[in-house]
C-alpha cells in the first residue's frame, strides 16, 4: 500500500526501509519534509564532545495539518555496557517508553515497536507483557530421580549412565567461543550483580531466615566480589553454556536428556554449568540422611570425573568457587526452597564460604558435610 505521507524533494533517505509507511500510519496525510540522522552530540565543542551514546537517532520533521511537527526516531546500539545482547536493547527501548511518560518536562514517548528483518516497523505500544510458545519436552524432570535416590540410599546403574549422558552433554556444548570481546566480563558481572546473580539472590532473602542471617550473606557476597577482580580477564573461558543447568530445567525421555530454560546470554564460564548441577546432589543428601555415600554422593563424584575426562580443563576448578556459592545462596533462598531446614541451609552455606576460602573446589571436600 502506498505511503499517504509525502516525502518532499531533498529529503534523506534516513532510517529503515519500512519508516516512511511507518509514519504514514501514525500521522495520515503528514508530509515527510526531512528524515536525517542525528549525532550522538551534535553541536558540542572540541572539548567535550561525548564519543558514544546508547542509540542510533534519526530527526523527522512532519508538516501535519499545517503544523510543523519534530520527532525523533532511534534504535538501541550494541555495546559493551549492558547492552550487548537483543534482549538488553529491547529492555531499553520498554523502558524508556515507560519512564518518558511520568517524567515532567521530557520529551514523551510516541511508539515503541520492533523492526522486522524485511525493513517493515511493527508497533508495540498497545503491548502488555510478552509472551513465548515454545514445543513440548515430554518425559520426566530429572529432579524425580534426585528424590527416589535420596529416598532409596542408593544410585543405580541407570542413574550412573544419566550422569555419563549430561556429562557428556555439557562437554559436547562447552565449545569455546572464538572471539569473545566483552562477553565473559559481562558473564561474569552478572554472576555478581544482577538481579538474578548473587547480589539480587541475597536482596531477595527475607529477614530472620534461620541459618542465614544479615552478617553472614554480607561475608560471602564480599568474597565473591572479591572473585571478579581474580577472574577479570579470563576471556579465553568463554564458551557456549546453558545457563541455567539444574535438575529441574533437565528432562529425561528414555536416557536422552531434554534441555528447557537456556538463559543468560547462552554463553560464560562452563563451571557454571557444571557447579549448577553438582550442587543438587549434595542439596537433595543434606534433607536425606544416609543418602549420600552410595547414592547422591556416587553421581557428585562421577559428575565432575566425568566431566574432565570427556573435556579436560586444568582451570575449572580453580574458577568454581564463586559459581557454587552463587547456587549455594539461591538454593538456600527461602523463596525458592522454603522447606530448607535451618541446619541443611548452614551446612549448604558453611560450604560454599570455605570453598570461596580456599580459592579452589576439591570435590573430595563435599564428603566432610555427611560425616
Not at 536482596?203 to 572479591?226: K, N, T
Request: charged content about 25%; some cysteine; aromatic content about 8%.
Amino acid at each position: 500500500m502506498a505511503s499517504n505521507a509525502r516525502s518532499s524533494s531533498g529529503a534523506s533517505h534516513a532510517g529503515p526501509p519500512g519508516l516512511r509507511d511507518h509514519l504514514a500510519r501514525l500521522f495520515p496525510g503528514a508530509v515527510i519534509e526531512s528524515i536525517e540522522p542525528l549525532g550522538p552530540d551534535t553541536g558540542a565543542t572540541a572539548g567535550t564532545t561525548k564519543a558514544a551514546g546508547y542509540g542510533l537517532p534519526v530527526r523527522i520533521t512532519l508538516l501535519d495539518g499545517g503544523e510543523r511537527r519534530e520527532l525523533v526516531w532511534r534504535t538501541a546500539s550494541a555495546n559493551a555496557f549492558g547492552h550487548d545482547r537483543r534482549a538488553d536493547r529491547a529492555a531499553a527501548m520498554f523502558q524508556a517508553f515507560d519512564d518518558f511518560t511520568g517524567m515532567p518536562q521530557h520529551v514523551r514517548a510516541i511508539d515503541l515497536g520492533v523492526i522486522r528483518q524485511t525493513g517493515e516497523l511493527v508497533s508495540t505500544r498497545d503491548a502488555g507483557e510478552h509472551y513465548l510458545i515454545t514445543t513440548y519436552a515430554p518425559g520426566t524432570i530429572y529432579a524425580h530421580d534426585l528424590r527416589r535416590i535420596a529416598g532409596e540410599r542408593v544410585a543405580t546403574p541407570r542413574d550412573v549412565d544419566r550422569v555419563d549422558a549430561l556429562a557428556r552433554y555439557l562437554a559436547a556444548l562447552h565449545t569455546p567461543i572464538a572471539t569473545p570481546g566483552a562477553r565473559y566480563r559481562r558473564a561474569i558481572r552478572d554472576l555478581l550483580g544482577s538481579g538474578e546473580g548473587i547480589f539480587g539472590i541475597i536482596d531477595g532473602y527475607p529477614a530472620g531466615v534461620p541459618g542465614a542471617p544479615p552478617e553472614r550473606l554480607q561475608a560471602i557476597e564480599a568474597r565473591c566480589a572479591a572473585w571478579r577482580w581474580w577472574l577479570r580477564g579470563r576471556d579465553a573461558r568463554l564458551c557456549r553454556t546453558h545457563g541455567d543447568f539444574h535438575p529441574f530445567n533437565i528432562v529425561f525421555d528414555g536416557d536422552v536428556p531434554m534441555l528447557l530454560d537456556a538463559s543468560r546470554g547462552g554463553c560464560g564460564d562452563p563451571a557454571d554449568d557444571v557447579t549448577a548441577l553438582a550442587i543438587n546432589f549434595v542439596v537433595f543428601a543434606l534433607e536425606a540422611p544416609g543418602a549420600w555415600g552410595h547414592g547422591l554422593g556416587v553421581l557428585w563424584r562421577h559428575l565432575w570425573h566425568r566431566y574432565l575426562a570427556e573435556r579436560p580443563d586444568d582451570d575449572l576448578l580453580a574458577v568454581a568457587p564463586p559459581f557454587l556459592a552463587w547456587r549455594a545462596l539461591v538454593i538456600a533462598n527461602p523463596a525458592f526452597y522454603p522447606r530448607m531446614t535451618e541446619a541443611a541451609r548452614d551446612k549448604l552455606l558453611g560450604f560454599a564460604t570455605d570453598v570461596l576460602d580456599d580459592h579452589a573446589l576439591d570435590p573430595a571436600w563435599a564428603e566432610d558435610l555427611f560425616r
